[in-house]
Structure formats: structure tokens, C-alpha cells
């Protein structure tokens, strides 16, 4: 069991640091300023746990690595505040408060650090430091899930799936602290490694999820478009069947609102603006005082509205949902 532990710590970093190279990567072609606080949070969670099992492996001391670990962590976890303040707007106190309790925390801990003071009081600023990381990052934790509940399939598995990863975090460390001196069993740390490995993919699916765990997540609603497609067939209530098709064509393609129109009439579908768990950037679609002429007399089009925060949220939707959708909404 002794063994197993430094193996499990060293898979534990390079997994960390493989999906920081990976996050950063991915950020880098899409340069999208709200995933940008989220990879910012990933990165630099990597770089810690990277950097503090380098030390291991070297023979001399790397200067100032307790404090850069310090600041990369706390940095992490306002980097994710940040992320859930470009998608669900937080109010400036709350950053003032994070911020302070943060910066606050951190230097009483460099301090007894440098100061050798003694153990109980070393322990004590450490252990406040831990809990106030965890009330900055547990806040977003729970918005997100709270959020997920009126999302579509694929945004709100992301969501989820963020969700689960830091709270993992935080659950390893409030466990840690509880349980105290025991935390140096080799079976606890046995446990908590295995735990922090499989916070990896959960983190990766909140950023990047690959194509086939999105068709995944989307099957449910795939099934449900399905049905409408054969009930296209059947059905003759035009106005029962375009509004389901702008229904199905902005949930597939993530879109915050939409707008259908043909020769004779406009039909709108936006997001319920009393819903608790929208987004603020969610938007209904201006009228187009505009009218386009239709090609044949059962030619209706669709225009999907984007908000510029949330579409980084919803990215997840592939290409050949949007073209589903589309047909979905020209088929009608």
C-alpha cells in the first residue's frame, strides 16, 4: 500500500497537467473571454498539482513553491467565480468580499509561514484559508446545478459535470480536515488519490466534452425530435408544427431565443423571462420590421439569437444537431 501511494500522486499530476495542456489548447482556437475564466480555473489547478508533486522529484527546494501553489489555488478558485459571473451575473459586493477574504487569508498564511509560528496556529490560518476557498467556489457549484435543471440535455450535463468536479475538490479537502492526522494512512490517501483522478475527466467534460459524449447526453432530445419528424408526416396543424420546430431547433443548437416568419404572420419562442435559473444575457429577439417574401407557400424560415456569454455554455451542440435542426424548421 505504501508503494501504491507516490504511483497514484504522480498519475494524479500528469493527469492534472495533461488536461491543463489540453484546456489551454482548446481555449487558444476559440479565444472565447467567458470559457476563458473557466480554463484560467482549470490551468491553474493543474499547475499546482503539477508543480507540488514536481518537488518530489527534484534535489533541491524550488524557491517560493508554498506560496506560488498558494496563489495558483486561490486563483482557481475566483477564476471559476468569475466563470459563473459571465454567465449568471454576480453582484460587485460578492467579488469585493471573495477578494478580500482571499487576499486576507493568503497573507496571514505566507506570514506564519515565514515566521515559523507555531503549529496550532499555523494549522488554524490554514484550515480558515481551505474554508474560505470553499465558500468561493461552493457558490458556483451550486448555481450551476441549480442552473442545469431548465437547461438542454447537452448544457446541463456540462454544467453538471463541473459541478461534480469541484465539489470533489472540496469534499477531498473538508474531508481531509476533518478526519485530521489520519489523512497520512496510506488507505486515506489511497482513496483521495483515486478520488482527485477521477476529477479529471469530469473537468475535461465541462470544457471540451468529445463528440461522442455529447451524442450521448443528446440522445434523449434526439429521440424526442425524432418523433416530431415522423409526426410531420402525419400531422396537418401548421401553426402546432412550426412552433415545435423553433422549439426543437433552438434547444439543438443551444440558441437563447428565436424567431420564425413566413409571407403572412411572425411567430416568436424565446425563454421564459420569469424563470429563475436563466441567464441575465438571455434576451428576447427584437421584431424584424422587415418582411421576407416566401418561396412557395409552405416556405417558413427561423432566426436563432445567440447571447454572447452563454454561447460559450453552449458550444456543446454539434454540427449535425444544427443541421438537424434546421431542417426540422425548414420543413415546416
Given at each position: ?23 489551454a489548447i482548446s481555449w487558444l482556437r476559440s479565444r472565447d473571454r467567458?470559457m476563458g475564466f473557466l480554463a484560467l480555473a482549470i490551468i491553474l ?65 505566507i506570514v506564519a509561514q515565514a515566521l515559523s509560528v507555531g503549529r ?213
Amino acid at each position: 500500500m505504501n508503494d501504491l501511494v507516490p504511483w497514484l500522486q504522480d498519475a494524479v499530476a500528469a493527469a492534472f497537467v495533461v488536461l491543463g495542456l489540453v484546456t489551454a489548447i482548446s481555449w487558444l482556437r476559440s479565444r472565447d473571454r467567458s470559457m476563458g475564466f473557466l480554463a484560467l480555473a482549470i490551468i491553474l489547478l493543474s499547475a499546482v498539482s503539477g508543480l507540488g508533486r514536481l518537488q518530489a522529484h527534484l534535489p533541491f527546494t524550488i524557491p517560493l513553491l508554498g506560496t506560488l501553489n498558494l496563489l495558483g489555488f486561490a486563483g482557481s478558485g475566483y477564476a471559476l467565480l468569475l466563470y459563473r459571473d459571465s454567465l449568471i451575473p454576480l453582484p460587485r459586493r460578492w467579488h469585493a468580499v471573495a477578494i478580500a477574504s482571499l487576499a486576507a487569508a493568503s497573507v496571514f498564511l505566507i506570514v506564519a509561514q515565514a515566521l515559523s509560528v507555531g503549529r496550532t496556529a499555523s494549522t488554524i490560518i490554514a484550515v480558515v484559508w481551505v474554508l474560505i476557498w470553499c465558500a468561493c467556489v461552493g457558490e458556483p457549484i451550486a448555481r450551476f446545478w441549480l442552473v442545469a435543471r431548465n437547461l438542454p440535455a447537452v448544457q446541463a450535463w456540462r454544467l453538471r459535470s463541473l459541478s461534480i468536479g469541484f465539489g470533489g475538490l472540496v469534499g477531498i479537502l473538508l474531508f481531509a480536515i476533518s478526519i485530521g492526522f489520519l489523512v497520512r494512512e496510506p488507505i486515506i490517501q489511497v482513496v483521495f488519490e483515486l478520488a482527485a483522478l477521477a476529477i479529471v475527466p469530469l473537468l475535461y467534460a465541462s470544457f471540451a466534452p468529445p463528440t461522442w459524449l455529447r451524442r450521448q447526453w443528446r440522445a434523449p432530445e434526439e429521440e424526442g425530435l425524432r418523433a416530431f419528424m415522423e409526426d410531420l408526416l402525419v400531422n396537418e396543424d401548421r401553426d402546432a408544427l412550426a412552433k415545435r420546430a423553433l422549439e426543437w431547433a433552438t434547444r439543438l443548437v443551444g440558441g437563447a431565443a428565436a424567431v420564425q416568419f413566413d409571407a403572412t404572420r411572425t411567430g416568436t419562442r424565446w425563454p421564459n423571462a420569469r424563470s429563475s435559473g436563466r441567464p441575465a444575457s438571455w434576451e428576447a429577439p427584437r421584431r424584424s420590421s422587415s418582411t421576407l417574401p416566401a418561396r412557395q407557400p409552405r416556405a417558413a424560415g427561423s432566426i436563432l439569437r445567440r447571447s454572447s456569454n452563454w454561447d460559450a455554455c453552449c458550444r456543446a451542440c454539434t454540427a449535425e444537431s444544427a443541421e438537424s435542426a434546421c431542417r426540422t424548421s425548414t420543413a415546416a
